[in-house]
């Protein structure tokens, strides 16, 4: 007689979860198409951002394992990504072109079951949110080590637009060629912010080679796709879409290297409970300025997590001062703290409140 193998029976009840998992996956899309119809009806917006986030945050609490809570977030993204696209299709740009660092911030926001726009400048995909073209935007707002993007902020200030969410993502930093043989690698291309957050590391495996700035991390894969001696610092991504080998893998000076990005729109966002705010602010140049207008946050006991200030384009001399800090401007504290701060104030302006990034 053959013994049963005990791999093939457990595979047979693999088979039947996977039979009522597909079962209960489109009994979830029925509801959400339903949900889509009423949403239509009433036109409200079909992405919202703080509903997303505490469905995942739930699952993720509700998980006794094995499976990590990162796994069932990951799994219920892209859940969460096709019953949207069940309830209207939805159309989101990003800082271009494929396969950069804000393309895979899209991604883990988004899913995949939306279509994608690469935009060639972060003004350009601003211009396509405030034109209505597309649905949301997301551009980079600050790296853990390279600090904050300016053109961001700079654009913040004069648009229409309001932050909706922030995605975080773990920066990885690849050195990719069309071989993936170190000994072919004459050039190195990269963003100027990714060749210096492995600067280090370039100069003592390639001391000889030179390094050269393009537009994006992306852009250095598809010059490395058609120049056999030039490699490319790039994201994971951009390997599997561009076909590149990898030479050396995870080449950053800094293990814990972050981006933090931001999605644009022209929804408010609900409050959560665990949100955040930003605003940006101008005030006139008198000893002890700041910590009075910082003052009422302190009082409310609000959390600042981070200020950064900005000269301004409106007039010589005169800075702005942007600030996030915990809180949602409909909590009363916040609502407080904010009614003091402009009291005091050349320019006050809420860019957007929306749930914290998991």
Not at 241 to 262: E, P, Q, S
């Amino acid at each position: 007689m053959q013994r049963k193998d005990p791999v093939d029976a457990l595979r047979k009840k693999i088979d039947q979860v996977d039979t009522r998992i597909v079962d209960l996956l489109n009994q979830r899309a029925t509801f959400a198409q339903k949900i889509g119809h009423v949403k239509n009806l009433e036109n409200r917006s079909i992405y919202v951002a703080t509903r997303e986030r505490a469905v995942l945050q739930r699952l993720s609490n509700l998980s006794p394992g094995p499976l990590p809570a990162q796994a069932i977030r990951a799994v219920y993204r892209e859940i969460l990504s096709a019953c949207r696209s069940i309830e209207a299709p939805m159309t989101v740009a990003y800082l271009g072109p494929e396969a950069t660092f804000t393309h895979m911030a899209a991604q883990q926001q988004f899913g995949s079951s939306v279509k994608f726009l690469p935009a060639p400048t972060i003004a350009e995909v601003f211009n396509e949110v405030s034109q209505g073209r597309v649905d949301y935007g997301v551009v980079p707002i600050e790296n853990s080590t390279e600090g904050v993007v300016t053109h961001t902020l700079d654009l913040l200030v004069d648009s229409e637009s309001r932050i909706c969410a922030e995605v975080r993502v773990d920066i990885e930093l690849h050195l990719l060629s069309r071989s993936g043989r170190p000994k072919d690698v004459a050039r190195i291309l990269s963003h100027p912010h990714a060749l210096a957050q492995c600067r280090r590391w370039l100069s003592s495996h390639y001391p000889n080679a030179p390094v050269e700035e393009v537009t994006s991390t992306a852009q250095a894969a598809k010059t490395a796709l058609s120049n056999r001696s030039v490699a490319a610092v790039s994201s994971p991504l951009a390997k599997d879409v561009y076909g590149l080998a990898l030479v050396h893998a995870g080449i950053a000076d800094n293990a814990n290297n972050i981006t933090r990005f931001f999605v644009i729109g022209d929804k408010k966002q609900e409050p959560t409970g665990e949100d955040k705010t930003t605003v940006v602010f101008s005030v006139k140049d008198e000893v002890g300025v700041l910590h009075r207008m910082l003052a009422p946050f302190s009082r409310s006991k609000i959390n600042l997590t981070k200020i950064e200030s900005r000269p301004s384009k409106r007039k010589a001399w005169e800075y702005l001062f942007f600030l996030d800090f915990n809180g949602h401007v409909e909590e009363p504290t916040v609502a407080h703290a904010l009614k003091k701060l402009g009291e005091n104030c050349n320019f006050l302006k809420v860019l957007g409140s929306y749930p914290c990034s998991l």
